[in-house]
């Protein structure tokens, strides 16, 4: 109880009163609850100096910034005994408390049996209620006072009743109240315009908060960082930046809000440059023992594909928290360090910090990146041990993974168990599908998730045009692209055209996707051009060749794949002094061929092979597997292919396909593994024809599963035949 507290024996004479309110001021002043209960204790206990409305006010203010409910509501029941609680200081006091400590309903009781309220109580609910995101009691609220009550909202009511209509996304509320301060001159006060401007950008009206941040006479660091925040949310990382660096300028007080809305804009632009001013900057003003800045930072420098930046800023937090792991984990992973990826999730497990779905969220693509089954059944059953399987994202990833490690009918059964499926889980299923060559289940399983009611986005057209690309599904892939604009109002993006110059292109139907390309509403990118390009070296054109290699050339690509890919078809053509051209400019420019390469991951370690090497311990018995492999695969039919491979003799070309990267790799597989078994390999680039009909019949010489992940998809080896049904 209140009055139980202990308290020094009053004082004598006339100025006991006084001295208990002077303490209980005091100690209110410091926002000290102890010390005013104290004080309240010795005051009750005193025959000289009773407590009076304004210590009960006094009390239920402190008891409000601590969030003390249960001294609150003592407080309450001294004011009920004396008969108090009526009154409009002590209700109002009395509704204010419960609001901030979360008794919204409580507040409104009080409220409502207050016989007279003036604007500080209407105030004290609008705030209560927009405090506790009751959006649309704050809003009722705030008209009520002025309908029944005739009470005008002053600039705090306007402030308490703004982010109401923010969290309720209640755009038109926000433009009568924003109306409303205009005309009673409001407007013209610093926190209310900041507030109309905030509400304004989280109900994505951007440009209209920047016209009141414009019009604004004075501005503080919260206006600026309002607005700088406001872009940055609203996806428009190029003003949030510029007016990021106006505000420094400008001499504006920069804060951590402004600096995470610039490390953000930098991130998702790319800019390396000003994402380090901006570290610099933070530097100077002592943020950087903030670890939400710090975590911002990792993020921007790996978004800015500097990952040991990121990793440098890192291993300089004192106390990660676990978003500090999460963003270091997704850094890696995004940036093509898987291992590095699995390594930090390790470390992250040894430092006892739990992980959440995001966490998981974040190191399973790296596991799915790596294609190790075991790995991906292990970091399964942790999830389920974690009981986070269950959890859309997490689910998703998990399925998404197993489709990448070649484990597609586990996918399946995992899609199948799924309680809930996200617009995200069909994605992956169906391109789980396509990426394995199953074209046709993509597309069943693309009408059962329209069926169902879930409606397909911009991810899930392109996951299925893939999947008929893949196939060669060229009606139902016309079909679906047309869909997207005239069934679901979804504008087709660079990588849909792209992907359906791609499945033309496969289809042998080059005219067409020449004239697709010509009435694209959009300049063609690198990837349409690309597809194409890929298409005429698969149907030997050499005219639209050239047609799509030099638009190609114009938009400047950074890799030296496409000037091989024209050479390669100029090699075919017998156009060698075309071959020798297309090579000067490649050396010119500083391009190089991409070295291929092929994976085989047995018992955690991962063998790298490249075509021709023989740095691996075990050369010798790979080579001497191999040239034995080669003899039986020709007892049943085998060989050589050599049109990809120019200006040698026909033995050394036999020669050299014999040594592509991924016989090595399988090769090794069969040695080390027990027969039977399956074998699973990696390849950066997209596997030759060579090495297709080679592994095919290398399947079934020796009784073997092997799948095959390239850069494009996968091929099940089985019995002499693949999946993709030598279409790819």
């Known amino acids: 109880m209140l009055c139980s507290a202990s308290s020094p024996t009053p004082p004598a004479g006339g100025h006991a009163a006084a001295d208990h309110h002077a303490r209980l001021r005091s100690a209110a002043a410091r926002s000290d609850l102890p010390g005013a209960l104290a004080a309240f204790a010795a005051m009750s206990s005193s025959a000289s100096a009773s407590p009076v409305l304004r210590t009960f006010t006094s009390l239920l203010k402190l008891c409000a910034a601590r969030a003390d409910l249960a001294t609150g509501r003592a407080v309450h029941a001294q004011l009920a005994a004396r008969g108090l609680s009526a009154e409009s200081l002590a209700a109002t006091a009395l509704a204010n408390m419960y609001a901030k400590c979360r008794r919204p309903g409580d507040a409104r009781r009080v409220f409502d049996r207050m016989p007279v309220r003036d604007r500080v109580a209407w105030n ?21 006072m002025q309908e029944e009550d005739g009470e005008q909202p002053d600039s705090v009511t306007l ?35 900041t507030a109309i401007l905030d509400v304004y950008c989280k109900c ?48 504006v007080d920069v804060t951590d809000v402004s600096v995470l809305a610039a490390l953000h804009a930098c991130g998702e632009l790319g800019y390396l440059d000003e994402g380090r001013r901006v570290h610099e900057l933070l530097m100077r003003i002592g943020l950087e023992s903030n670890v ?44 093509g360090r898987s291992e590095d990826a699995v390594r930090l999730f390790s470390r992250m497990q040894l430092k006892n910090v739990k992980p959440d779905s995001f966490t998981l969220v974040s190191v399973i693509p790296a596991l799915a990146d790596i294609s190790d089954p075991l790995q991906a059944r292990w970091i399964h059953g942790y999830s389920i041990r974690m009981h986070l399987d269950q959890d859309v994202y997490v689910l998703t990833a998990l399925i998404d993974m197993y489709a990448k490690c070649g484990r597609v009918s586990i996918a399946r059964s995992l899609f199948n168990s799924a309680r809930e499926k996200h617009v995200i889980t069909w994605n992956a299923m169906i391109h789980g599908y396509g990426s ?24 899930t057209f392109l996951s299925v045009l893939s999947a008929c690309s893949h196939a060669g599904l060229v009606d139902e892939g016309r079909k679906y692209f047309s869909s997207m604009k005239d069934g679901y109002g979804l504008e087709p993006g660079m990588e849909h055209y792209g992907t359906m110059v791609d499945l033309l292109g496969r289809a042998g139907k080059l005219d067409e996707a020449w004239s697709f390309i010509q009435k694209m509403p959009m300049d063609p990118g690198i990837s ?32 030296g794949v496409y000037h091989v890919l024209l050479a390669n078809i100029y090699a075919n053509a017998s156009m060698w002094k075309d071959v020798a051209r297309v090579r000067t400019a490649m050396e010119k420019k500083g391009l190089q061929k991409t070295p291929g390469w092929s994976i085989v991951q047995l018992k955690n370690e991962i063998h790298t092979f490249y075509s021709g090497s023989t740095n691996h311990q ?47 790799a399988i090769a090794y597989g069969l040695i080390r593994t027990t027969p039977g078994t399956t074998i699973q390999i990696k390849k950066n680039l997209r596997v ?40 790819w």
């Open 528 to 559: 349409v051009y690309g597809a194409l390009l890929g298409a005429c070296k698969l149907h030997k054109n050499v005219e639209l060749a050239e047609e799509s290699a030099q638009r190609i050339f114009e938009l400047g690509p950074d890799e």
């Open 618 to 664: 075990q050369a010798k018995d790979i080579y001497a597997r191999l040239a034995k492999l080669i003899e039986e695969i020709k007892a049943v039919g085998y060989v050589p292919d050599t049109d990809s491979i120019h200006d040698v003799e026909d033995d050394v070309k036999a020669q050299l396909l014999n040594t592509h990267s991924e016989k090595l």
């Open 688 to 727: 030759c024809n060579d090495c297709h009909n080679a592994t095919k019949l290398i399947s079934l010489v020796t009784g073997r599963e092997i799948i095959m992940r390239d850069i494009q998809r996968f091929h099940h080896f089985k019995d002499g035949k693949c999946s993709c049904g030598d279409y």
């Open 124 to 144: 004290a609910l609008v705030a209560g209620y927009a405090r506790n995101g009751l959006a649309g009691d704050a809003m009722e609220m705030f008209v009520r």
């Open 204 to 251: 994505w009206a951007v440009e209209v908060a920047r016209s009141v941040f414009d019009r604004m006479p004075d501005k503080n660091s919260v206006s600026w960082n309002a607005m700088i925040k406001g872009y940055a949310e609203n996806g428009d990382a190029t003003e949030a930046l510029m007016l990021f660096k106006r505000m420094v300028g400008e001499g």
């Open 436 to 459: 394995h060559g199953f074209g046709k289940v993509a597309v069943d399983l693309f009408e059962e998730m329209k069926s169902s009611g879930r409606v397909p986005n911009e991810t």
């Open 159 to 193: 402030v308490s009743v703004l982010p109401a209509c923010a969290d309720a996304q209640a755009l038109g509320a926000c433009r009568e109240v924003h109306g409303f301060a205009v005309r009673a001159s409001f407007d013209e006060l610093v926190n209310v315009s």
């Open 292 to 335: 939400s800045v710090m975590n911002a930072l990792i993020t921007m420098y790996s978004k800015c594909k500097r990952t040991d930046l990121a990793g440098q800023v890192f291993d300089e937090v004192r106390y990660k928290t676990r978003i500090s792991w999460n963003a270091m984990i997704l850094g890696c992973t995004q940036n």
